[in-house]
């Protein structure tokens, strides 16, 4: 008897990813409680507004989404990185941040703020941290 077949992850860029798909992943992933999860139509404007939506799929189910704002030629923002619970450790992340950055360029940096529990992915990827960043909070 053979092996079961493996999963098979695959990446893609899209646009028009529905707001309900994203909300499900947000709340997987445990980022919903960082994020509006519960104002669909806000998630949906997040969605719209952003210049790149990078989706993961594992059999066709959504796994995994990057949400970026960026310009193409010199700065991008990786606003939301999230992965399903049941696809954390299959390199989804690591995934949806390579497909990020071959679609915004050479020419754009990639940032990202991470989440608090999320620090030790971005350094077990080898991600670069950057000393100097300011920010103000959100008012809602």
Not at 49 to 66: K, S
Request: with cysteine; glycine share 8%.
């Amino acid at each position: 008897m053979g092996q079961p077949a493996q999963s098979q992850i695959t990446y893609g860029i899209e646009p028009d990813l529905d707001a309900a798909e994203f909300r499900r992943v947000l709340v997987e992933s445990g980022l919903a409680a960082r994020r509006p999860a519960d104002d669909l139509a806000r998630l949906g404007r997040m969605l719209r507004q952003a210049d790149l939506v990078v989706t993961a799929r594992r059999d066709g189910a959504l796994v995994g989404v990057a949400r970026t704002l960026t310009d193409f030629s010199f700065c991008a923002y990786l606003s939301d990185l999230a992965v399903c619970r049941s696809a954390q450790g299959l390199k989804v992340g690591q995934g949806l941040i390579d497909a990020t950055r071959a679609a915004v360029g050479p020419e754009a940096s990639l940032l990202l703020t991470a989440a608090p529990g999320a620090v030790t992915f971005y350094d077990h990827i080898g991600m670069p941290r950057v000393a100097d960043a300011f920010r103000y909070e959100r008012e809602a």
